[in-house]
């Protein structure tokens, strides 16, 4: 399927592995990736804090820029902020004729228009209800048997609720279970797996900020996970960047490894490690490398 | 959810945290089960696993009409008002059939199910001035306001103090000094409030606490948990904009420099430049910030992570020097969108709260998922979910607050034994 695909600022700034990643992980599943490389900032919530018609602006923007990739079936993401952000200004552009109008007669100078009705989907929304997890599992080159994942979905990609489209019908905030389930992999549960990663106030409270990194980390390493999986590249920057500092917070070692979200998928696919940008992690995922090699031994 | 309410009587079964922290004892789960019709509440539930099992179950409850704030609660973990919670949803979203009620979280337990509001709620509410500081002279009769001035605080005067979004804050659970979402939901209703006299002073002082405004973590578990749709997170993001984009309150916390480096940088150049935000947030909006004393004590203290990134290849050195920009003819487009919108006199704000929706939501159901319905649809031929409606102003109450904190606290079965017999809406209230 093809997707007007809108990999965000991080995957191409600080987490390159990221975007690296999916580019390996999208012709394994058929997924034609055309990049919207003229879009700019979703504003992750902050433009929208500072002035709320620029940020809904600028995104109408890139839903206006999406909507014009020709044969594409919806708009794809790999970063629930960006996810999270844009929901919110669609929220609002789809709710009000007239200020969406007022919108696009901004958007005129460049010859764009926002038609209402745009689908937008995730990364991880995409792989369970675009692709299925039938087929997803069709797909599993070297199922993650025995690798125990534990799910870090954050905030923006869960809450709120309504916006997001999530119901008893459409269990979205739980869909990084079904995919690791789907992927041969063990499901762990711990406390913090839907709570904040303190990223939004590193600046702020940079205590608090990486007191919360710190604890889901902590209650991830008791639970005897071997990686954290997230859908987020801001909460990768605070669980994965600054896990060394998070770990002087808490007074205790984490060494607790966090993929990006095609990352794993691309592990079950078939993808060498090298490939999927592990070595650019701060804390080294030896636990998924010795996993794989070990994999890879036992079938030889 | 709507429930029918003409299906007869079925078992539930309740799992109640019980603790006495006066006893010394540990806290315990005790399970009762009750017989009652699914349109029923969790507090019905309860107060009947009182009457008929045990009396010293203490919740605090009054009016069982969502309107005094008293049962908040959390059922299967989830922040709720125990009366405004029907039984059979609340075994729905149960994990193994049982319906588990605890006390709500970020306070203490006073007994069971009933927390101390005042050590915790009360206190930070006291804390934002909540009340009208008189614009001078006082007119000798009302004061005359447009309507279109207080529509706008009347999604904050919804809230019935019931404390579900303090029950869930996540900078609050890492951070009690936060002043929190109830509390700053408060304050906005003041800021927002033209008869005040006290804006400015208002908006400094919770900008310049570091347990303020900037101390949220923008998690969305208020707007979550509210039961009224107060949306405190964004209250406490218009507090923000007013202090930044209007008073141009400068705080000791990075709160104003984080906001205008991010805003100026993705004017600049179309994306985020995280090496040059982070030394803006605390040297300054400009280049030469990272040359100010507080960013170079921050990057000196991120040296463990900055060498190891550049070690793993994680920082391109150059990209983290020039940053990366989307093509000049896009930028254009970007900076002409910024001197239009910033350009305006006033500020354009939705809020669809107060105006509600002028489309039918279906055909862009909330990115998607009913497009994924559709798609099944096409499968099955069944019909596809019907969307949810964007935010309803149906169920604010303006005057709520007036009646919020019952002060029924039952903990010894007698007290609580006149309330569950007592009909709604004769139960005594207070405040």
Same mark, same amino acid.
């Given at each position: ?300 | ?13 309740? /799992? ?43 919740? /605090? ?127 906005? /209703? ?144 970007? /900076? ?96």
């Amino acid at each position: 399927m093809k997707v007007a695909y809108w990999p965000g600022c991080v995957s191409r700034g600080f987490t390159p592995e990221l975007h690296g990643s999916m580019a390996k992980v999208a012709p394994l599943l058929d997924i034609d990736l055309v990049e919207l490389d003229r879009a700019c900032c979703t504003g992750a919530g902050v433009i929208a804090e500072h002035n709320q018609e620029l940020a809904d602006t600028l995104n109408a923007r890139t839903f206006a820029l999406a909507q014009q990739v020709e044969g594409a079936e919806l708009m794809m993401n790999i970063c629930s902020t960006c996810q999270g952000a844009q929901s919110e200004c669609q929220e609002r552009l789809d709710a009000s004729a007239e200020y969406r109008t007022q919108i696009n007669e901004t958007l005129a100078g460049e010859g764009l228009s926002y038609e209402r009705g745009l689908t937008n989907k995730n990364f991880l929304w995409l792989l369970v209800e675009e692709i299925g997890l039938d087929e997803l599992r069709a797909r599993v080159k070297r199922p993650l048997t025995n690798l125990r994942v534990g799910p870090f979905y954050g905030c923006y990609i869960v809450r709120p609720r309504r916006r997001l489209g999530i119901d008893s019908e459409h269990r979205r905030d739980e869909y990084l279970h079904m995919v690791i389930e789907a992927l041969g992999g063990t499901v762990i549960e711990y406390a913090g797996m839907r709570k904040c990663c303190g990223f939004p106030i590193i600046t702020m409270n940079k205590s608090a900020s990486l007191k919360q990194a710190a604890r889901h980390l902590g209650d991830a390493a008791d639970a005897e996970a071997d990686c954290l999986v997230t859908p987020c590249p801001l909460c990768h920057l605070n669980l994965d960047l600054q896990q060394p500092l998070a770990e002087r917070e808490a007074g205790r070692r984490l060494a607790m490894p966090v993929l990006h979200l095609p990352q794993l998928v691309g592990l079950a696919l078939g993808v060498e490690p090298k490939e999927l940008g592990f070595s650019r992690h701060i804390v080294r995922p030896t636990s998924v490398i010795d996993w794989s090699t070990a994999v890879v031994g036992a079938a030889a | 959810m709507a429930t029918s309410t003409d299906r007869p009587p079925e078992e539930f079964t309740l /799992r109640v945290r019980r603790y006495n922290p006066e006893s010394g004892s540990a806290p315990y789960w005790d399970e009762h089960t009750v017989e009652l019709e699914p349109h029923r509440s969790v507090l019905e539930a309860i107060l009947q696993a009182r009457d008929r099992f045990d009396g010293s179950i203490g919740i /605090r409850c009054s009016c069982r009409q969502a309107i005094c704030g008293s049962c908040g609660v959390r059922v299967n973990g989830e922040p709720a008002l125990a009366c405004h919670t029907h039984l059979d949803a609340a075994k729905t979203s149960s994990s193994d059939g049982v319906i588990v009620v605890e006390p709500m979280g970020n306070m203490p337990v006073i007994k069971d199910l009933i927390v101390d509001m005042d050590a915790v709620h009360w206190k930070k509410i006291e804390r934002v001035t909540p009340w009208l500081i008189a614009k001078e002279p006082v007119p000798e009769r009302e004061y005359l306001v447009s309507h279109d001035a207080m529509v706008d605080v009347t999604q904050t005067m919804a809230c019935i103090q019931c404390g579900a979004c303090v029950s869930d804050c996540l900078s609050m659970e890492v951070d009690p000094g936060f002043i929190g979402p109830a509390a700053l939901a408060k304050a906005y /209703r003041f800021v927002g409030d033209p008869r005040d006299a006290a804006q400015f002073d208002r908006l400094n002082d919770l900008a310049q606490d570091p347990d303020g405004i900037f101390d949220c973590t923008h998690c969305f578990k208020c707007v979550e948990a509210c039961p009224k749709d107060v949306n405190p997170m964004g209250q406490i993001m218009r507090l923000r904009r007013i202090a930044t984009a209007d008073h141009h309150i400068v705080d000791r916390n990075n709160g104003e420099r984080h906001e205008a480096a991010f805003t100026t940088l993705v004017r600049d150049y179309g994306l985020n430049f995280e090496a040059e935000l982070l030394s803006r947030s605390y040297g300054g909006n400009s280049w030469f910030g990272k040359f100010k004393p507080a960013a170079a004590k921050e990057l000196l203290s991120s040296v463990p992570v900055i060498v190891r990134g550049l070690l793993t290849g994680k920082f391109n050195p150059k990209l983290a020097l020039l940053g990366h920009k989307i093509s000049k003819r896009d930028l254009d487009g970007v /900076r002409a969108i910024y001197d239009k919108v910033e350009g305006r006199p006033e500020r354009l704000e939705l809020n669809l709260y107060v105006t509600g929706s002028d489309e039918d939501q279906t055909p862009s159901h909330a990115n998607g998922a009913a497009r994924a319905d559709a798609r099944a649809a096409d499968a099955s031929g069944v019909e596809p979910a019907q969307a949810a409606s964007a935010a309803s102003v149906a169920d604010a109450d303006p005057d709520a607050s007036a009646h919020q904190d019952s002060g029924v606290e039952a903990g010894d079965g007698a007290l609580a034994d006149e309330e569950a017999r007592a009909p709604a809406g004769e139960e005594e209230t207070s405040g």
